[in-house]
């Protein structure tokens, strides 16, 4: 079965800090990989995904996040995180091309707050 | 557009009461998905419905729990004799279905159970 683990549950960082989120995944075939975040408020929604490609992915915000195949893993990154990035950050994955299902799983989530 | 609409957004019961949770997905979106968030539990997958496929029930945690997706848009996570441990976020998501799987999921801002 599939699963995500993030091993970083709270983050406290100044702002122009650069900030790394770690996330592994397992399963063994060909996936996609997710991050979502969460604003104070809001709803979730999606920072940016790895489907295939380049394996260094770059969303919203100045967000990025490279896929290592090897350590079956998906970090993210930011290099100077503003206060405006407090939320919560949520790793995600599924089965890619000739999966059986979407289903999509989710991390535990990291909780990152920005001081100014 | 319209997004994914769920009701109630707040929801307080008494234990022992069954609840009914309503998610209207995004208009086309052959997939929906029922998400439980909780403190420190991340999204905890429940079930999956896919186009007419039978749907993948594997996250349910007891049999209190089901969900229908009726004429394939509308859904209803259906709680029975509720325990205080329910209480929780309950967020649903659908997405568009593509044979790579990398379509993002859309969310609700969730209802709120509280289980007294």
């Known amino acids: 079965a599939q699963s995500v683990s993030q091993h970083n549950h709270h983050v406290i960082l100044s702002e122009a800090a650069s900030l790394e989120l770690g996330c592994n995944y397992s399963?063994?075939?060909?996936?996609?990989l997710f991050w979502y975040v969460q604003y104070p408020g809001q709803h979730l929604q999606l920072l940016l995904k790895?489907?295939?490609?380049?394996?260094l992915v770059k969303g919203i915000k100045g967000f990025e996040a490279e896929f290592i195949k090897s350590k079956f893993s998906f970090n993210l990154r930011k290099p100077s995180v503003q206060w405006s990035d407090t939320a919560e950050y949520f790793c995600?994955?599924?089965?890619?091309?000739?999966?059986?299902?979407?289903?999509?799983?989710f991390g535990t989530g990291t909780l990152l707050a920005v001081q100014p | 557009g319209a997004g994914v609409s769920q009701s109630p957004s707040n929801k307080v019961t008494e234990k022992g009461k069954d609840v009914e949770l309503r998610c209207d997905p995004i208009?086309?979106?052959?997939?929906l998905y029922w998400y439980r968030q909780s403190l420190g539990q991340g999204l905890e997958f429940l079930i999956y419905?896919?186009?007419?496929?039978?749907?993948?029930k594997s996250g349910l945690p007891s049999d209190r729990f089901s969900a229908e997706r009726t004429g394939g848009s509308v859904s209803t996570l259906t709680i029975q004799r509720t325990q205080q441990e329910d209480s929780a976020v309950y967020l649903c998501?659908?997405?568009?279905?593509?044979?790579?799987?990398?379509?993002?999921?859309?969310f609700g801002n969730g209802t709120r159970l509280t289980v007294t």
């Open positions: 790895y489907f295939s490609g380049d394996p």
């Open positions: 208009s086309g979106h052959t997939a």
């Open positions: 419905f896919q186009g007419n496929s039978a749907p993948d």
């Open positions: 399963y063994g075939g060909t996936v996609n």
């Open positions: 998501a659908s997405s568009l279905v593509l044979a790579g799987g990398n379509s993002p999921l859309h």
């Open positions: 995600a994955v599924n089965q890619g091309y000739g999966g059986a299902t979407n289903k999509l799983i």
